[in-house]
């Protein structure tokens, strides 16, 4: 597989449930990210992650909680999460440089729906 | 302040014409990066062209060009000779400086609908 693979690519969860969203990059890539898309609205990062170090955290509520065990995989966890949270998530990766700006590949997204 | 502003939320063109969407930005950081990317109805984020604050030509991709004006803050993108498969939503998105503590910030994105 080459890319950015992301699973699922759709899911549905009651509020009580907990799940797990997937990433997996193929690029020998030293940075992951995920991303929120709501409707209507620029795309939101969530976390960042440098060397499986977690560097950024933008406010996000703590029923999201990201794991990287490595540098080529990132997950998601998700538990008692409301309608409102319901929306696009796309992880992303990207080789950093200290001296130039490299754009991140993207992943399918997973289409989350909060019942 | 949006860092980056994109005025159309969506765009008709017929296909087999030219289109342009509007991409203007906001940074006082002398080193930055420009990109665009198409969302089709999949989901993914596929990348398309880049321009670097500092590059003097502006940045070409097949049918993709961008149309840089550095004094206007602006990063136009130009897509030549539309074709049915390029109805997408389209983002532009900024990086500025470098290294691990610049992000990708994106616009809120311009639907394009390539028509018969």
């Known amino acids: 597989e080459t890319g950015v693979t992301q699973t699922p690519r759709h899911l549905v969860m009651g509020m009580t449930n907990k799940k797990s969203l997937k990433c997996e990059q193929h690029?020998?890539?030293?940075?992951m990210y995920w991303y929120k898309q709501s409707a209507k609205k620029p795309l939101e990062l969530m976390f960042v992650?440098?060397?499986?170090?977690?560097?950024e955290n933008n406010s996000v509520p703590s029923r999201f909680s990201p794991e990287c065990p490595n540098s080529s995989h990132l997950f998601l966890h998700l538990h008692t999460l409301q309608p409102e949270d319901s929306a696009l998530y796309l992880c992303?990766?990207?080789?950093?440089?200290?001296?130039?700006?490299?754009?991140?590949?993207f992943g399918s997204g997973t289409r989350l729906t909060v019942v | 302040a949006q860092k980056i502003t994109q005025t159309q939320p969506g765009m008709f063109v017929q296909e087999k014409e030219a289109v342009t969407l509007d991409c203007t930005y906001d940074?006082?950081?002398?080193?930055?990066?420009l990109f665009w990317y198409k969302q089709p109805s999949s989901g993914e984020m596929i990348f398309l062209i880049y321009?670097?604050?500092?590059?003097?030509q502006n940045a070409t991709e097949g049918r993709y060009s961008l149309n840089f004006q550095k004094a206007r803050k602006s990063a136009n993108l130009v897509i030549s000779a539309s074709q049915l498969g390029d109805s997408a939503m389209y983002f532009c998105?900024?990086?500025?400086?470098?290294?691990?503590?610049?992000?990708?910030?994106f616009g809120t994105g311009t639907r394009l609908q390539v028509t018969l």
């Open positions: 940074t006082s950081d002398p080193s930055y990066g």
């Open positions: 992650y440098n060397f499986k170090e977690q560097t």
């Open positions: 998105a900024m990086r500025e400086g470098s290294g691990t503590a610049s992000k990708l910030t």
């Open positions: 690029l020998g890539h030293n940075a």
């Open positions: 321009q670097g604050s500092y590059d003097q």
């Open positions: 992303a990766s990207s080789q950093e440089s200290r001296f130039f700006n490299y754009g991140y590949t």
